[in-house]
T-cell receptor
Framework: DTGVSQNPRHKITKRGQNVTFRCDPISEHNRLYWYRQTLGQGPEFLTYFQNEAQLEKSRLLSDRFSAERPKGSFSTLEIQRTEQGDSAMYLC????????????FGNGTRLTVT | QKEVEQDPGPLSVPEGAIVSLNCTYSNSAFQYFMWYRQYSRKGPELLMYTYSSGNKEDGRFTAQVDKSSKYISLFIRDSQPSDSATYLCAMSARSYGGSQGNLIFGKGTKLSVKP
């Protein structure tokens, strides 16, 4: 399978705990994106990387959220001190080239904060 | 007004019907337009990708973009039960609200094709 891979598929955590998600993009893709999707809504942009550089962060990305993409390969998204409002599907996507290129999504990590 | 408006449905059609899905948008800066299909508990899957105005056809799917009306459509011919999913429109601009071309999504339309 050469698509975008995300792990874990589902994470249940208690409020206040930290969680980390991993994304492995399509190998030749230089751009990597994180989106969040809640029930009945379209995905909302969180942040994106071009190679290893984090070029943009949404206002949705509070200081409890941090993302990294060491060496421009896989990426991790960490949420510290989780809140119930963080419960959502976290989607990773990758693309090749400049802006306007289509994004290819993984199957997401579903986070449930109890 | 949201940047991208999409009727959430649900939309139910009999097998074999022609399905029409639509989105409107408010910002004329959008230049790239995409349709994604999302099955339950899966990530969005790219269906169609178009630049600027015009039509694009791929098998049973046709995407139309009318930039003058700020309106995009996806048509599905000979719909099948396997087409039952949520369809998301998405679009991007070179620069939008400080963003560098990230995708703005509609809410998605839930489609059910009955055998």
């Amino acid at each position: 399978d050469t698509g975008v891979s995300q792990n874990p598929r589902h994470k249940i955590t208690k409020r206040g705990q930290n969680v980390t998600f991993r994304c492995d993009p399509i190998s030749e893709h230089n751009r990597l994106y994180w989106y969040r999707q809640t029930l009945g809504q379209g995905p909302e942009f969180l942040t994106y990387f071009q190679n290893e550089a984090q070029l943009e962060k949404s206002r949705l990305l509070s200081d409890r959220f941090s993302a990294e993409r060491p060496k421009g390969s896989f990426s991790t998204l960490e949420i510290q001190r989780t809140e119930q409002g963080d419960s959502a599907m976290y989607l990773c996507a990758s693309s090749f080239g400049q802006w306007g290129s289509p994004l290819h999504f993984g199957n997401g990590t579903r986070l449930t904060v109890t | 007004q949201k940047e991208v408006e999409q009727d959430p449905g649900p939309l139910s059609v009999p097998e074999g019907a022609i399905v029409s899905l639509n989105c409107t948008y408010s910002n004329s800066a959008f230049q790239y337009f995409m349709w994604y299909r999302q099955y339950s508990r899966k990530g969005p899957e790219l269906l169609m990708y178009t630049y600027s105005s015009g039509n694009k056809e791929d098998g049973r799917f046709t995407a139309q973009v009318d930039k003058s009306s700020k309106y995009i459509s996806l048509f599905i011919r000979d719909s099948q039960p396997s087409d039952s999913a949520t369809y998301l429109c998405a679009m991007s601009a070179r620069s939008y609200g400080g963003s560098q071309g990230n995708l703005i999504f509609g809410k998605g339309t839930k489609l059910s094709v009955k055998p």
